[in-house]
């Protein structure tokens, strides 16, 4: 598996993207890729396996830490740990803290295994409350919980949620 770019596969990439992500946790898929040509602070790939597209990843690199946004493999492809030959390989490439959002554990089953998948790739769960902003004045915050590897938190809590809140989110405090 390799990450490629996610403009070699948009149609795929946007596909995936809108049938993994409710609405409340993405932007608008072509606002995805505008960001992917104009911020170069944001990474937008296409996982490929075999020469097809297998999955997406979204990542910022910010001050301290890089941040995964979304990270999803193609449904009929799971169960065959490509996702965590992903996250593994990404982790590879960033010798920095990474710092991703994943619902709390009392969100039910679905929630409390894929922290368990982040665990067991190197990701710790800090139980501070966290709330994501919305992506539009249209639509909710989220609440959410991060997870980082590095030990960097509690300790870069307040940190870790200004930069995403101004440089991911826009949200001036």
């Not at 795929?12 to 911020?39: G, I, Q, W």
């Not at 490509?82 to 390989?89: K, N, P, Q, R, S």
Request: with cysteine; net charge negative; hydrophobic share 45%.
């Amino acid at each position: 598996m390799d990450f490629v770019s996610a403009l070699d596969y948009r149609d795929s990439f946007t596909n995936l993207y809108l049938a993994a992500f409710p609405p409340e946790e993405r932007r608008d898929a072509d606002a995805v890729f505008d960001m992917a040509r104009s911020r170069p602070e944001f990474a937008c790939h296409a996982l490929r396996l075999d020469g097809a597209f297998a999955g997406l990843l979204t990542a910022w690199h910010l001050e301290g830490f890089d941040y995964v946004e979304h990270f999803a493999v193609e449904p009929h492809l799971r169960g065959r740990n490509l996702g965590g030959d992903a996250i593994d390989a990404f982790l590879a490439l960033h010798d920095r803290p990474v710092v991703l959002e994943v619902e709390p554990p009392h969100a039910g089953e679905m929630a409390r295994r894929r922290i368990g998948f982040y665990e067991r790739h190197g990701f710790e769960l800090c139980r501070l409350p966290y709330v994501q902003p919305p992506y539009s004045p249209a639509l909710p915050p989220v609440e959410l919980r991060l997870m980082a590897t590095g030990g960097i938190l509690p300790a870069m809590f307040g940190h870790v949620c200004r930069r995403l809140r101004a440089d991911v989110y826009g949200v001036s405090d």
